[in-house]
């Protein structure tokens, strides 16, 4: 069962609306997109945020990440959300590239 409160869509199938947008044959995004290579191929900030594709199976991991939010309430999935963000946040290490991040995600 699908959380409505995370995804209002209703969305079973993870595939149905994929997070990381349509990528033409040469598996770039298109331009806007996160994930849009710039004109030197870099991420579309051109720093250390490599915002094109970086897994070789994405639709897996958003299967995966769907599959995480199964059963949860809003406030689980809210709580499961936080602490992933600061599991990857403490992975990741680098401020500058989570200053990045953070842009990248407000929009």
């Known amino acids: 069962?699908?959380?409505?409160?995370l995804f209002p869509r209703g969305e079973t199938d993870p595939g149905e609306r994929s997070p990381h947008g349509e990528t033409d044959q040469s598996g770039q995004f298109?331009?806007?997109e996160?994930?849009?290579?710039g004109p030197d191929g870099a991420g579309a900030l051109g720093g250390g945020l490599n915002t094109t594709r970086n897994t070789p199976r994405p639709d897996?991991?958003?299967?995966?990440?769907?599959?995480?939010?199964?059963?949860?309430?809003?406030?689980?999935?809210?709580?499961?959300?936080?602490?992933?963000?600061?599991?990857?946040?403490?992975?990741?290490?680098?401020?500058?590239?989570?200053?990045?991040?953070?842009?990248?995600?407000?929009?």
């Open 30 to 32: 298109p331009r806007g």
């Open 34 to 37: 996160i994930g849009a290579a």
């Open 1 to 5: 069962m699908v959380n409505k409160t």
């Open 60 to 107: 897996d991991i958003y299967a995966r990440l769907i599959k995480a939010h199964e059963g949860r309430t809003r406030a689980e999935s809210d709580a499961f959300n936080a602490r992933l963000i600061l599991t990857l946040i403490n992975h990741i290490g680098d401020e500058a590239v989570i200053a990045e991040a953070l842009k990248v995600a407000k929009g």
